[in-house]
């Protein structure tokens, strides 16, 4: 194949291939009513199915359209002006502007490098909620854009949520990518929420199908200001038929994760590049000459918080080897040697 990196999209996390073929022609018929409302039973059908997906009931469930939506949504619910909210730096970049627009009074905490990883130090995360006793507290598990866990364990949530009288949002968009979750935790605690998407490695992002998890009381106090018709017959028809067997949102994940470790192993060797690793389908890496980012020829999410830094998200095999190709050639490139 020719490797054309500019061509290359390795920069939104999508799964690189589209979903399989019974869920295109699921999405496809459902066009066949697209003069139709679509029905509540269609919502309920799908709402049945995210919950034995995520091992919880469906009064736990509010599937929304897009990720953007459904922070829109809860965060409405729950934050007023001038409360405090605590954010991880970094963090997935959607959450702010929405809590901005709402006056909320926003805290940082910033994640630590640790070798390959990135940590959050639950002594400094204790003591600022003790200090700030925020209204919400928000932290992507794993943590976009380093790719690496941050709480990860179901006691330590629980520990988490019963310091505080807020409520957290656990964004738990790489799940499966990730192989942990906290969602059954939900119906025992109050004030814990879960983000789920099918947007990853059920390779529906264009569908805008996203998921809240919560009490019981949570969801039908959101659920009671939502749109009626939050999301269209296409992308509910298309979610149906995935969870209707998920086990290839599984497959899915296992062909990025160990194309994710081969993309790391070859990186390895590139000279001023630092990879780190990633329980998600992209890789942070950081760069000893940044200025050198500017002038790839493949385009790479360049998170905010620091320039060293960019993202690369996994895609196809030829697309990788193409990506690894283009950094190899840039980074061992002459000039490069020489700056060093
Ligand atoms: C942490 C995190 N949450 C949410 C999303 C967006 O999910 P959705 O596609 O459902 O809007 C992303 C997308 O990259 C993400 O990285």
């Not at 709480?151 to 330590?156: G, Y």
């Not at 081969?262 to 940044?290: C, D, H, I, Q, W």
Request: net charge neutral.
């Amino acid at each position: 194949m020719n490797c054309d990196p500019s061509q290359l999209r390795l920069y939104f996390n999508e799964f690189p291939q589209p979903p399989p073929a019974n869920v295109i022609k699921a999405a496809r018929e459902a066009l066949r009513e697209a003069n139709r409302y679509p029905e509540d039973k269609l919502v309920g059908g799908l709402k049945n199915l995210i919950s034995s997906y995520a091992g919880l009931t469906p009064e736990n469930v509010h599937a929304t359209s897009g990720g953007e939506y459904a922070f829109y949504e809860l965060f409405t619910r729950l934050v007023r002006q001038g409360d405090s909210v605590i954010l991880l730096e970094p963090t997935f970049t959607s959450y702010e502007p929405i809590l901005k627009v709402l006056g909320a009074k926003i805290r940082k905490l910033r994640l630590q490098e640790n070798g390959y990883r990135w940590i959050l130090d639950k002594d400094e995360l204790f003591s600022l909620m003790r200090t700030e006793k925020p209204r919400l507290l928000v932290i992507d598990d794993p943590n976009n854009p380093t790719a690496s866990p941050m709480l990860a364990d179901e006691d330590l949530v629980r520990e988490v949520c019963s310091s505080f009288g807020g409520y957290l949002l656990l964004d738990e968009a790489y799940t499966e990518y990730a192989g942990y979750s906290a969602s059954k935790l939900v119906p025992e605690i109050d004030n814990l929420v879960v983000f789920r998407t099918m947007s990853k490695a059920f390779a529906l992002a264009g569908m805008r199908v996203s998921i809240l998890l919560a009490t019981k009381q949570l969801i039908e106090s959101i659920e009671g200001f939502s749109p009626r018709f939050e999301l269209s017959r296409p992308s509910l028809a298309a979610a149906v038929e995935a969870l209707s067997d998920p086990s290839y949102a599984f497959r899915n994940a296992d062909f990025i994760k160990s194309e994710r470790e081969r993309v790391r192993r070859a990186l390895r060797p590139v000279n001023g590049l630092k990879v780190y690793e990633s329980f998600t389908n992209f890789v942070l890496m950081r760069f000893n000459y940044p200025q050198l980012i500017d002038s790839l020829k493949i385009r790479l999410m360049r998170p905010t918080f620091d320039r060293q830094y960019a993202r690369l998200s996994i895609g196809s095999k030829l697309e990788n080897n193409c990506a690894v190709s283009a950094l190899r050639d840039s980074l061992n490139s002459d000039k490069q040697s020489a700056k060093a």
